[in-house]
């Protein structure tokens, strides 16, 4: 399993902690929030991904699909909360989402390249 890449994971977090207390916009807590549920989901993924290849295809699938369902209650729960508690953290929450998603993809991808390498 690989680990999450917490220098880019922490680097993220220090970026947008800077923008909050340059700015003064507490909105900016839901691109924090995004940021870190990206890196958590991305990871999940690499993890079932990874339990994929060494078995049966339909158990494949079935691990697969579980884990896709997973995700997406995952971040829903957490959508649905920041929607109740704090409304206005939801567009900055799609952007540190959206935003962490490829971030940590190249993460994970740098880190395997590594460690085949090596």
Do not use: C
């Not at 079935?62 to 508690?85: N, P, Q, Y």
């Amino acid at each position: 399993m690989m680990k999450l890449d917490k220098s880019v994971l922490f680097g993220g977090t220090v970026i947008i902690l800077l923008a909050i207390t340059l700015t003064g916009y507490r909105t900016l807590f839901g691109a924090l929030i995004g940021f870190w549920l990206s890196f958590f989901s991305t990871e999940l993924l690499y993890r079932d991904s990874d339990r994929s290849l060494e078995g049966i295809l339909l158990n494949a699938i079935k691990r697969m699909r579980r884990g896709l369902f997973i995700r997406f209650g995952i971040i829903s729960l957490v959508v649905v909360g920041i929607a109740h508690f704090q409304r206005a953290w939801i567009p900055s929450f799609i952007v540190g989402f959206a935003v962490g998603i490829p971030i940590s993809l190249i993460s994970i991808y740098r880190q395997h390249n590594l460690k085949r390498k090596g």
